[in-house]
């Protein structure tokens, strides 16, 4: 029989926001106040845990040990998203009735079924930076063109399928050129000058790949490109980080070309974007007229990385290293403090209470991170091809 769950006690969970690994938290309070384990209040199906962006719910518990009407939660017992409890009270063990139980029972089998149906049981928390969310709709006057065109998403959707089946019999070579070709013909509809790829040994395995706009190209992960085999999770994280990062590479071409048509020369254009010469030259001779279908989406960029946002997307930007270190530093300090037997009660609530702040500060970073109008559409045009490629 596993032992029993608790407020504080920590789950793991597979899910992935982009870059950035869930991890898991720990059980979030109330719980059952009015039942306590190891002075811990009983966590229940249907309690919340910690999780980037919306909370995660526990949706299984025993099928005989019901706590204040909900079936009582144990270590080892699933979350809605895919996770597992990893700790509980080990004086206090809880089992089944004949033999275990198949699911979650009662409102939990509720809460998974809306898991397993693909519907989020905490739609007032969706988050909004989720990798495999459903796009909410965005208001920019860059959506449905270039790349957000849904005929360009869908070619390059069916190109990313086809690099996954022939993945094993490439070269990571092959598959490096394969990436380039896919992502070109994609920008070539837009006039984007041709973005090179080149793996970057520097790239942790939480990075697939990010664009290099100094150098104009696509720095990939190598440990992706020399894995033998892509996994359809693979292929979806893969396919929608290429489109995201080709995505940036057409946004800031259509600064460059804004640029040039207020009369800015190719040495203008390159010294205020930092962006490759060549490619500068290319947007210099190719102004954007003020007409233009995307000169509205063009001003858009242009106004949050150069202009009037600058400021405030430079301050968001600086803030990510050091919350997300702050974040880290804080949940481990947690996990050693809730794992070390002499710790108290008060101070395990002011581990966990340092941890909420970080966890707190982290987000509102990272969701005005996501809300900047050159990311939004990016992550936007990824959403809409991982969507496509999702199994």
């Known amino acids: 029989m596993p032992p029993a769950a608790r407020v504080t006690d920590m789950h793991t969970c597979p899910m992935v926001t982009g870059i950035v690994p869930h991890v898991g938290g720990p059980i979030l309070p109330p719980a059952a106040p009015t039942v306590l384990i190891g002075f811990l209040p009983a966590a229940r199906v249907t309690d919340m845990l910690v999780c980037v962006g919306p909370p995660d719910i ?4 025993s099928a005989g040990v019901f706590i204040n009407f909900l079936p009582a939660a144990r270590m080892g017992d699933m979350t809605a998203h895919g996770g597992v409890i990893i700790l509980g009270e080990p004086t206090v063990m809880i089992g089944e009735i004949g033999s275990p139980s198949p699911g979650a029972g009662g409102i939990g089998g509720i809460v998974a079924g809306l898991a397993g149906a693909g519907l989020d049981p905490n739609s007032a928390n969706q988050s909004k930076y989720a990798h495999n969310a459903k796009n909410h709709k965005l208001q920019s006057p860059c959506i449905g063109k270039g790349l957000a065109a849904s005929a360009n998403e869908k070619a390059f959707a069916k190109d990313m ?3 996954q089946k022939d993945w094993k019999t490439l070269t990571p070579a092959q598959r490096q050129q394969h990436m380039k070709d896919m992502v070109n013909k ?7 000058p041709t973005v090179g790829i080149s793996p970057n040994p520097t790239m942790g395995p939480g990075t697939n790949g990010q664009m290099n706009f100094q150098n104009w190209r696509l720095d990939m992960n190598p440990a992706l490109m020399n894995s033998p085999d892509l996994t359809n999770q693979q292929t979806e994280d893969l396919g929608n980080t290429l489109y995201h990062e080709s995505r940036h590479a057409e946004q800031w071409y259509l600064i460059g070309r804004k640029e040039a048509g207020e009369g800015k020369t190719a040495a203008q254009i390159r010294q205020s974007t930092q962006m490759l010469g060549s490619t500068a030259t290319a947007a210099a001779a190719h102004p954007l007229a003020k007409n233009d279908p995307m000169a509205a989406c063009a001003g858009q960029m242009f106004n949050s ?3 009037t946002g600058a400021a405030h997307r430079n301050t968001v930007l600086t803030a990510l290293g050091p919350n997300r270190t702050a974040y880290n530093a804080a949940l481990a300090n947690y996990n050693a403090v809730n ?6 009660l008060a101070q395990k609530q002011a581990a ?3 941890y909420q702040s970080a966890a707190a500060t982290d987000t509102a970073n990272y969701n005005q991170y996501r809300a900047l109008p050159e990311e ?3 992550w936007h045009a990824g959403n809409s091809v991982g969507s496509l490629l999702h199994h």
């Open 58 to 61: 526990i949706v299984k518990g």
């Open 161 to 163: 399928k086809q690099l």
């Open 186 to 192: 994609q920008l070539a509809k837009s006039g984007v």
């Open 305 to 307: 990385v150069y202009g």
């Open 339 to 344: 794992a070390n037997p002499a710790s108290t």
């Open 352 to 354: 966990y209470a340092a």
């Open 376 to 378: 939004a559409d990016a």
